[in-house]
Every structure is written in C-alpha cells, then in structure tokens.
C-alpha cells in the first residue's frame, strides 16, 4: 500500500458495529490503543470520534477506554425504540466535516471502522467526487465486499484468539446432554455455563464459540415444546457435519462422563 503517513486524516469509528462483532463472534473487545497506532501509520491524525449506543453494561465499560485517547465519543442510545440509529448519526458526522471541509480543503484521507454496507454510497462520492483517500477497517469475516471495493484500502480486524477448543468444550457438553441425559435439551445459556463450569474456561468465550457454530450451520436452533407444556429453544447439532469438517471428535481427549447441565 502507498505510504499515506502525511496524509491529514480523520477517523470515525462505529464502536458499537466493531465491538459487538468481536464481542459475539470472539468473545474479545477491541484494543483501541493497537489501533490508533496502527491508525498513525497510515495518517497524520487530526479527530477520530467513536459512535455508539453505550447503555448496555458490556459497552459502558467500554467507555473510560474510549476516554483514554479522546473526549470526542457520541453516544446513540434509542431509548424507547429498538431501532438502532448508530449508522444514521456516523453518516451525518461524515457530511458535517465533508462541508465543513469544502473551502479549507485540509483533510486527505478519511477512515471509518464499520463493516456495514450503508457507507458504500458516502465512500464512493469521497473518492470519486472529492478526490480523498478512504480506508475501511472492519472485524475479519464482517466486511461488506461493497464497501471494500469502492474504498482505497481497506484492513480487516483480526481476532487475537483462537475460540477451536472452546468449540470442542461446547460440542462436548451438548453430546453428553444430548447422550446421557435423559429428557433434557440442551439450550443455549445452560449449555454456556455448564460448559465454562466444568472446564473452568472463560464464559464469554464458550458463548463465542457456540455462537460461531450456530452463524456457521453447525447447530440449529428450534423452538420445542417440553412435556409440561413449556417451549424451549433447544440445540440441535449436526453431528455428521461437524465430524466431518472436523470441527470435533468424538474420541477427543477432553470429552468426559461427568458433565453435568445446570437445570
């Protein structure tokens, strides 16, 4: 990639997009500092400003890291409605410094975090109509192909870990339910806390792991009526598939008779 390092450059993150996407997918947060290092290598920094809804307790923690590297942090919360404005605020900040920009003609490149296809139209009129540099950062395997190809370069986020033995601890749990548990069905919840009980592993990752399994077709999840009357939504494996794929052996060393799943 050319080296764009004095380029004047401005930054708008979608944090909640960037957090959520490796916060499910990885069970990791972001490394904001990684990131704005890696952001000085590629431009003379001039703003950066982060979006997102922040009320939920997973990001409001996430905010006094935010504090740490700027006090431009726009807060989106909906309250009262599930809509989620995040995309529409971001844009119109992109706008804002597009006009604002006009006569001075100061910034070279501009960066945005998403992965969201909504911005193709507002990257594409930058590089095409205003003669700028866009970059596009965006958590591997979330990228809009779209995006990526109206953009000048793009970067895709990289999970630090590697979530295959947490998806070997899970698929073990919902066997030994599924085997040696009469009358009960493995959920979603019940399996992530037995499994990180048993295994004494980290919970947010086993629900990574699960959750990866599920948005990859391994596992279904289907509303199913119990004897009582109640409806679950249980876990259903694809067994043959997941062997497979070699996603887990059934004669794996961590498999054990002495699971339990939490009622």
Not at 129 to 140: L, N, P, R, S, T
Not at 164 to 180: D, E, G, K, W
Request: with cysteine.
């Amino acid at each position: 990639m050319k080296d764009n390092s004095s380029l004047t450059t401005v930054v708008f993150v979608d944090y909640e997009s960037w957090f959520w996407a490796l916060y499910n997918q990885y069970g990791e947060t972001p490394d904001v500092r990684e990131f704005i290092q890696d952001i000085k290598k590629r431009g003379k920094l001039k703003q950066i400003y982060f979006f997102g809804d922040f009320t939920k307790e997973e990001m409001a923690r996430e905010k006094n890291k935010l504090r740490t590297v700027t006090n431009q942090i726009i807060d989106c919360a909906t309250e009262g409605t599930p809509k989620n404005y995040t995309d529409f605020i971001m844009l119109d900040y992109i706008y804002r410094s597009i006009l604002q920009d006009q006569e001075a003609n100061e910034i070279d490149q501009y960066i945005l975090v998403t992965g969201d296809g909504h911005f193709h139209s507002v990257v594409a009129y930058l590089t095409t109509f205003k003669d700028k540099i866009v970059g596009i950062y965006g958590v591997e395997g979330s990228l809009s192909g779209q995006l990526k190809n109206c953009a000048t370069w793009s970067v895709e986020i990289k999970p630090k870990g590697d979530l295959t033995n947490y998806q070997i601890c899970v698929l073990n749990n919902i066997h030994f339910v599924s085997t040696q548990l009469q009358g009960i069905l493995p959920t979603f919840s019940k399996t992530v806390e037995a499994t990180a009980k048993h295994y004494k592993i980290d919970k947010i990752k086993c629900a990574a792991a699960l959750s990866r399994l599920i948005s990859d077709g391994y596992i279904d999840q289907k509303i199913t009526n119990l004897p009582d009357g109640r409806g679950i939504q249980a876990l259903f494996p694809k067994w043959d598939l997941i062997i497979m794929d070699g996603i887990w052996d059934p004669n794996n060393p961590l498999l054990t008779d002495s699971m339990e799943q939490p009622q």
